[in-house]
């Protein structure tokens, strides 16, 4: 994972950050000699067990996790390495659990099998050992909110705008935009400084809600930027006054969060090495396009869990408004599941429209590209609508968990880590009697 990158002379504390299941960077900073000598750093294995808000679940500890919450060792990625925003002496590192983690009286863990992001990893791994790499672009949708006083959420208010606000869906408004400029250039001059390619943004469908644009490149990047990119958004609207949150659907009756990836394959090597692997040499579409899509399909029942993690990310499906609800494909349809844009034969692609803003980017990249590379092996059909989806968190978890292609893409231990946190989730919401505002808006608004 270690690239030949070293730190700037500058730093003198790096921020050694990981990515479990959520949103929420993970981690602490270290003075820069602590970081040189230990490669890194140590955090206590329970930090990657808990759930999001901050459960132990009794079939992670003990059954997946060592019950003494030992340290496990970060390894960072150097290449990642970036400034903090407003800090000339501190850097940002990705990192990834490493080594052995011993178990008493079991056999050790490897950690990085924890890791999202090695999951990502070992996928695009096997794309290249079929010749194939892939570019991506996500398009990310998320609200700007406030709090009010009963526990809900409205679109936030200008910070010093005499009042001004949205009251109803303003759509492409360049001048209700506009008046969150600041905000908007603040965020936009971080995100150039971690290296975060953003191309555009825009008022989208419901009030509040914007979307922002990225340049197409490689997955790993494109993850590591969508994740980082969360976090900033979140930080910088905390400092202007409100909240930036990628909650699944923070009003019931508009639009929610989407999160979708555009993605295509191209040949590695040989004579074709960098051209579209969905379309021959006149531009017609290959099989291996249709067959993409069939793994897709074949596989989006067990990979919903991760493409909708909360039980209220059901919420954004159940009442779609342009969200897909099941695993059709269509040509420049914007209510299936899996649209092929109008593009030219270069730029043949596919948008996936089923994750939410909420899903982890590396885990939804992950399934995205393993299940797609499945259905190219396999030459699995593409069907007309494809098979049902899961209609609530608990199928969509049971699904995944009976899941042997899953499985085998993203590792066992992340899968049932993954699942027993989010089940360990869902017996704490349903034991409250307001589950959507004492669970979903207090912990997601801000978390997801």
């Known amino acids: 994972m270690n690239a030949p990158h070293a730190l700037p002379d500058g730093a003198r504390s790096v921020e050694c950050a ?23 750093c140590r955090l206590p294995s329970v930090v990657l067990g808990v759930t999001l808000t901050g459960g132990e679940p009794d079939a992670v500890f003990g059954p997946i996790l060592p019950e003494d ?15 903090v925003p407003g800090r000339s002496d501190r850097v940002s590192v990705i990192c990834e659990p490493a080594g052995a983690l011993p178990r008493p009286g079991r056999a050790a863990l490897d950690a990085s099998a924890l890791s999202p992001r090695a999951a990502l990893r070992r996928v695009l791994a096997r794309l290249a050992a079929a010749g194939l790499r892939a570019t991506v672009a996500p398009e990310l949708e998320f609200f700007l909110v406030e709090r009010t006083p009963d526990g809900g959420l409205r679109p936030a208010g200008v910070p010093g705008g005499a009042g001004a606000r949205e009251h109803a869906l303003e759509i492409a408004s360049l001048e209700r935009t506009a008046m969150f400029a600041p905000y908007f250039d603040a965020l936009f001059d971080a995100c150039a400084a971690q290296r975060i390619p953003v191309t555009g943004h825009g008022h989208e469908s419901a009030p509040g809600q914007y979307e922002v644009n990225f340049a197409p490149g490689e997955p790993l990047a494109m993850a590591d930027a969508v994740w980082r990119f969360k976090r900033l958004a979140r930080e910088t609207a905390v400092r202007h006054g409100f909240l930036a949150s990628f909650i699944a659907k923070p009003f019931a009756d508009q639009p929610g969060t989407g999160m979708h990836w555009h993605a295509s394959l191209q040949h590695a090597r040989g004579p074709h090495a960098g051209l579209n692997a969905f379309v021959d040499e006149q531009g017609r579409d290959r099989p291996q396009l249709a067959h993409f899509i069939g793994g897709l399909q074949a596989h989006a029942p067990a990979a919903m869990a991760l493409l909708a993690p909360w039980a209220h990310s059901f919420e954004r499906l159940r009442r779609s408004d342009a969200s897909p609800t099941d695993a059709r494909w269509g040509d420049d349809d914007r209510a299936v599941a899996f649209r092929l844009p109008a593009s030219s034969p270069a730029n043949r692609r596919i948008e996936h429209r089923l994750p939410g803003g909420d899903a982890s980017p590396y885990l939804t990249l992950a399934s995205m590209l393993g299940t797609g590379l499945l259905g190219l092996q396999g030459e699995l059909p593409r069907q007309d609508r494809g098979p049902a989806l899961p209609r609530t968190p608990q199928d969509a978890l049971d699904a995944l968990h009976a899941s042997a292609a899953l499985r085998d893409l993203l590792g066992e231990v992340l899968v049932d880590l993954f699942v027993a946190q989010r089940r360990h989730e869902l017996d704490e919401r349903a034991a409250l009697t307001d589950p959507h505002r004492d669970w979903d808006l207090r912990h997601l608004t801000e978390q997801a």
Do not use: E, N, Q, W
């Open 69 to 83: 919450y030992r340290d496990l060792h970060l390894v960072p990625d150097l290449a990642s390495a970036v400034p």
């Open 18 to 40: 990981v990515a479990d299941f959520t949103s929420v960077a993970r981690g602490k900073i270290v003075a820069r000699a602590d970081f040189d000598a230990m490669g890194g």
